[in-house]
T-cell receptor, first 115, second 116 residues
Framework: GAVVSQHPSWVICKSGTSVKIECRSL??????MFWYRQFPKQSLMLMAT?????????EQGVEKDKFLINHASLTLSTLTVTSAHPEDSSFYIC???????????FGPGTRLTVL | AQTVTQSQPEMSVQEAETVTLSCTYD???????LFWYKQPPSRQMILVIR??????QNATENRFSVNFQKAAKSFSLKISDSQLGDAAMYFC?????????????FGKGTKLTVNP
């Protein structure tokens, strides 16, 4: 099946520091990927869409300077939360769209806690 | 814009029984994809089943099947012979095919409890 890895699975950081989350598609080809945020007991909230080699497209209300996305290759994308604050604490999930099945496959998520 | 509605915030089922989760959506498009994803306590989103709107035949995956009613814009998920491992949040999602967008529009989810 289509496997997506995400690292780290959880991270605790101090307010004001930056945190980088990596997302990889391991066994399938994909070009488009997404970053989501999920609050407890809520659905997924789309943050941005990213295609390899082009700038990410952010959803309304998502600060692009706050959440930096680097789509480095066909299999790797990173999300950097810059100058993190407690309100950035959340569960971040990435997904990739498989070229062959045209279906999104999700990573296991990263729990970020900002103290 | 498309919307997806899951009217059941919570459902419960006895182990080995059958349960149906509801999903309705609103769209003016004629061709699109519909999905059911499962999110267990581990929070890993897992694809359960997918349906192409142009296909009249309902999709099935082992114990999981859908009742796709295109005219009614309804896409319910039936879980047969429920197992304890089926306990999870279930999200219905819509994806447009037109315009090249690959975004998913999610419902708010239904929490399924499986009682032993």
């Amino acid at each position: 099946g289509a496997v997506v890895s995400q690292h780290p699975s959880w991270v605790i950081c101090k307010s004001g520091t930056s945190v980088k989350i990596e997302c990889r598609s391991l066994d399938f080809q994909a070009t488009t990927m997404f970053w989501y945020r999920q609050f407890p007991k809520q659905s997924l909230m789309l943050m941005a869409t990213s295609n390899e080699g082009s700038k990410a497209t952010y959803e309304q209300g998502v600060e692009k300077d706050k959440f930096l996305i680097n789509h480095a290759s066909l299999t790797l994308s990173t999300l950097t939360v810059t100058s993190a604050h407690p309100e950035d604490s959340s569960f971040y999930i990435c997904s990739w769209v498989s070229r062959s099945t045209d279906t999104q496959y999700f990573g296991p998520g990263t729990r970020l806690t900002v103290l | 814009a498309q919307t997806v509605t899951q009217s059941q915030p919570e459902m419960s089922v006895q182990e080995a029984e059958t349960v149906t989760l509801s999903c309705t959506y609103d769209t003016s498009e004629s061709d699109y994809y519909l999905f059911w994803y499962k999110q267990p306590p581990s929070r890993q989103m897992i694809l359960v089943i997918r349906q192409e709107a142009y296909k009249q035949q309902n999709a099935t995956e082992n114990r999981f099947s859908v009742n796709f009613q295109k005219a009614a814009k309804s896409f319910s998920l039936k879980i047969s012979d429920s197992q304890l491992g089926d306990a999870a949040m279930y999200f219905c999602a819509y994806r447009s095919i037109q315009g090249g967008s690959e975004k998913l529009v999610f419902g708010k989810g239904t929490k399924l409890t499986v009682n032993p």
